[in-house]
């Protein structure tokens, strides 16, 4: 009888559709242009490497979209996922701020990335197609996909990006376990990555080098399609599965959040904490969302907002967003997954507007707060995850000085079992703060494309 309860209040707290930001967003998109003739893309133009579906969720004005009998039933595998109260570590901050945080590392790929892998196999499969292609920084998208196209019983090819392939060779392993085949990027498999090795044979590698890899190959097969984690809308609209679950349980409890606190590379695990709370910031709510990401790639905090590519190839279209170039080349810092020279255009507008904040950390204060967060949770987070948890202490630490009562919610948005290189390094005391030379910056602003 226990157990039937449990299950059926746990369904109760999934939602059965997820939310479109795009329809209520004061200011729209600026369009994404085909990378050859700079004009307005198409459904055409994408449906290349995109079933109908996804291209359908890209470009929806519709506030709500219901999400598949399919994909539900996949979901029930760990969702909803727990909300915690961070007692202990708000007891070690000695702060009155409340901190909660959506622990999204017990999915069974470790992090959030499978909110947006099992819809993408799902649409991709009923589609027709037999293998995805993807890129992957740290591994937690790549081994996300891995286990959505084993349940589909698809093919997988996973370029990932050089220096975490060397940093984190579990992860590795764990994507091959679900029958992926995982190439270290640049690769001599493409033109893309031979073209780079000319140059650079030695390149730590980028996600821009190992999209542009993907999206070759499957530009190349017709029974191949490609499949971001991060970035474009309809991964965006996947992910709000986690605010919006969050929104439920703090109802629950009478709570309700004055900052919301995410960590950010392409913006995935920012916007499906933050973007449901938006809604409500856009009909006059006072919540303050945050997008936290590394001194070491300052998309946000230092680049410019311009049209730009999405991969050092110059294959895929161009957006408008917050970007560093698209020949920017990230220090090999081990939040892999916060490596990316651009950011999604929702986040970009929505920042560009002043509807969110963004801070840039260094990675050995974020290794931190990843201890911290250790000793007091219990739970060892993902490097990338880390950022979230350091901008929550600031937070924390500055309602401390204040006095103010306030409640702080961030997303744990993965595990850091794989990651135990990277604390190696930082518990050994080599980790080293990266902070991007303003020249090489500059360098590759000043190569974007003249839209």
Avoid at 15 to 23: E, K, L, S
Avoid at 328 to 342: E, K
Avoid at 396 to 404: H, M, P, R
Wanted: hydrophobic fraction near 35%.
């Amino acid at each position: 009888m226990n157990e039937t309860r449990k299950h059926i209040l746990a369904e109760s707290e999934i939602p059965r559709q997820w939310y479109n930001i795009q329809a209520d967003m004061p200011n729209k998109l600026a369009p994404s242009l085909h990378p050859g003739t700079k004009q307005p893309i198409t459904a055409e133009d994408l449906s290349s490497i995109f079933p109908l579906e996804l291209i359908k969720q890209e470009v929806s004005q519709e506030r709500w979209i219901d999400i598949p009998d399919e994909v539900m039933e996949k979901y029930r595998i760990w969702r909803p996922t727990p909300l915690i109260r961070a007692v202990a570590l708000e007891r070690a901050l000695d702060t009155p701020a409340k901190i909660y945080y959506k622990y999204e590392g017990t999915s069974p790929a470790g992090s959030h990335k499978v909110n947006t892998a099992i819809p993408q196999a799902y649409y991709n499969k009923i589609a027709g197609i037999k293998n995805l292609t993807t890129e992957t920084g740290a591994g937690q998208w790549g081994s996300s996909l891995s286990l959505a196209c084993s349940f589909y019983d698809m093919a997988c090819t996973v370029y990932m990006v050089k220096v975490s392939y060397q940093q984190k060779p579990y992860r590795r392993s764990f994507m091959q376990i679900y029958g992926a085949d995982v190439i270290p990027s640049p690769s001599e498999k493409t033109e893309a990555g031979r073209n780079l090795l000319a140059i650079d044979p030695n390149s730590n590698g980028s996600l821009g080098i190992a999209i542009s890899e993907a999206v070759e190959v499957a530009m190349s097969n017709r029974d191949t399609n490609y499949a971001l984690g991060s970035v474009m809308n309809h991964v965006i609209l996947h992910q709000t599965i986690i605010g919006l679950e969050v929104k439920k349980q703090l109802e629950k409890i009478g709570d309700y959040p004055d900052v919301v606190v995410g960590a950010c590379g392409g913006g995935s695990n920012f916007s499906g904490i933050a973007f449901p709370f938006l809604q409500d910031k856009f009909m006059g709510t006072k919540v303050r969302a945050v997008a936290v990401e590394p001194t070491a790639c300052p998309t946000l905090t230092r680049g410019v907002f311009a049209y730009d590519y999405g991969d050092l190839g110059k294959l895929t279209p161009l957006s408008k967003m917050y970007t560093l170039g698209s020949s920017f080349m990230p220090s090999g810092i081990h939040a892999g997954g916060l490596r990316y020279h651009g950011e999604s255009p929702l986040v970009s507008q929505l920042y560009h507007d002043g509807f969110i904040e963004a801070q840039a950390f260094n990675q050995r204060e974020t290794f931190e707060a990843a201890i911290l967060f250790s000793k007091t949770e219990g739970i060892v987070p993902a490097p990338e995850a880390a950022h979230a948890i350091r901008g929550a202490i600031v937070e924390a630490l500055k309602a401390k000085e204040s006095g103010e009562s306030k409640t702080i919610l961030f997303c744990l948005s993965g595990h850091g079992h794989f990651d135990m290189g990277a604390y190696d390094q930082y518990l050994a005391g080599n980790l080293v703060d990266v902070r991007c030379d303003e020249e090489e910056i500059q360098r590759n602003i000043a190569k974007l494309p003249q839209i």
